[in-house]
């Protein structure tokens, strides 16, 4: 079972995307879930994690910007991207917090650009 994440897209720097991240029952509703980004030539780094009761937490990076969400009853997480700037083009993938090499999906691909 892999996670697949949806929502990516071609934004102007301070625009919003939203990023959905959908999965099976067994995995939402027992592990804490994050969203993670990759860059070309760069190892993929956790942005954003929320723990099955909703507490939240998020790198330095993207702090006060993304806002992390789940929705247990949809199996589903989502990533709420604003202010956006180039710096977070990237791949963005979602998995659980510890990571499991066998969910990662293809990820969805963010480009911001004016």
């Known amino acids: 079972v892999q996670l697949q994440a949806s929502g990516g897209g071609l934004v102007q720097p301070g625009g919003s995307l939203r990023l959905s991240c959908a999965g099976s029952g067994s995995i939402f509703s027992s592990k804490n879930m994050g969203w993670y980004r990759q860059v070309p030539g760069k190892h993929r780094v956790a942005i954003a994690e929320i723990t099955t009761d909703g507490t939240t937490a998020y790198a330095d990076s993207v702090t006060g910007r993304f806002t992390i969400s789940r929705d247990n009853a949809k199996n589903t997480v989502y990533l709420q991207m604003n202010r956006l700037k180039p710096e977070d083009t990237a791949v963005y993938y979602c998995?659980?917090?510890?990571?499991?090499?066998?969910?990662w999906g293809q990820g969805t691909l963010v480009t911001v650009s004016s």
């Open positions: 998995n659980a917090v510890p990571f499991y090499s066998s969910l």
